[in-house]
């Protein structure tokens, strides 16, 4: 049994998993159904890499705030090259899941098959009064470049992780609430990529929606261990950036770029307006620019590394 069809427990299990975590319904609802796009994908396309912050949320456990975005790559099994035909694929199998679930694909009339990126606007079926997230799935399937390195990690919805804690292993099963592997862009590559991210935002002059970044970058920090280490995957990321147009800041020396930022208050106002209210636990604008600080002293993203 599916649990969003037994209207009455997934609406039961959607309020004591909103008092069990303290987040609002409308992001247990979401996350849910993002869960379940995965899985359903999961089955039609087995080598999809998930990325960005949600994997940061559910793969790593590593942010404490709902990430709502799907974003996408795609694991090469044989030369590790992405070819036209696997783009046309991981579109298509994409748009397959969307009708597999029965959702609706509000963008459909945007659909190339041959993209290299590709945005899903996708409605779940189930009605929920969103107050703090959209009331549709974003789904970006890019693959200007490859995402790597990858680790294979379990994942699960917050439901699921209620009924576990409460030890409720026969719902979990009876619902097939149970985890399921997926390939995640490491965690050192996410990082890499959200510093090259504030920067090309920041030249773009565009802050909305995107302070998030330095939330999950404050967050993630201290989980990488020896920062030098990064360096040879940081030169390789530049090199593989260089194939994406909206990366405009892959050649440039992020120092600069990072002390604009800090000097400007950039990212302050959409900090204070968007993302702390996506964030389970606050923390402060003053106290996750820090973590640009210690990008800079580093020198991690200097020119010259």
């Known amino acids: 049994m599916i649990l969003h069809k037994d209207e009455v427990n997934f609406r039961e299990s959607v309020l004591r998993t909103s008092a069990y975590f303290k987040i609002a319904p409308d992001i247990v609802v979401k996350d849910y159904f993002v869960t379940l796009f995965l899985k359903t994908l999961k089955t039609n396309l087995p080598n999809f890499i998930f990325k960005g912050g949600t994997s940061l949320s559910k793969c790593y456990k590593a942010i404490n705030r709902f990430s709502e975005d799907i974003d996408l790559s795609y694991y090469p099994i044989n030369d590790g090259k992405i070819t036209q035909s696997t783009i046309k694929e991981t579109n298509r199998k994409i748009r397959q899941t969307i009708e597999d679930l029965g959702f609706e694909y509000l ?126 995957l940081i030169a390789e990321v530049r090199i593989e950036r260089h194939n994406n147009p909206s990366c405009h800041s892959a050649n440039k020396d992020l120092n600069g770029i990072l002390t604009q930022i800090m000097d400007e208050n950039f990212y302050q106002k959409d900090y204070q307006k968007i993302t702390l209210q996506l964030l389970y636990e606050p923390v402060a604008y003053d106290d996750v620019i820090q973590t640009l600080r210690r990008i800079i002293e580093s020198r991690l993203f200097a020119i010259d590394c």
């Open 107 to 232: 963008n459909a009339t945007d659909f190339k098959s041959g993209r290299k990126f590709q945005r899903f606007l996708v409605q779940y079926t189930y009605q929920e009064n969103h107050v703090v997230v959209r009331d549709h799935i974003v789904v970006e399937n890019t693959l200007l470049t490859l995402a790597f390195p990858v680790q294979e990690l379990e994942i699960n919805c917050l439901i699921a992780d209620y009924l576990r804690a409460q030890q409720f292993p026969e719902i979990i099963k009876t619902y097939h609430l149970e985890p399921f592997p997926v390939y995640a862009q490491d965690i050192g590559r996410t990082f890499i990529d959200k510093v090259f991210a504030v920067c090309d935002y920041y030249i773009e002059n565009n802050p909305t929606e995107h302070s998030r970044h330095l939330y999950d970058l404050s967050m993630i920090i201290d989980r990488l261990g020896n920062l030098e280490s990064l360096i040879p």
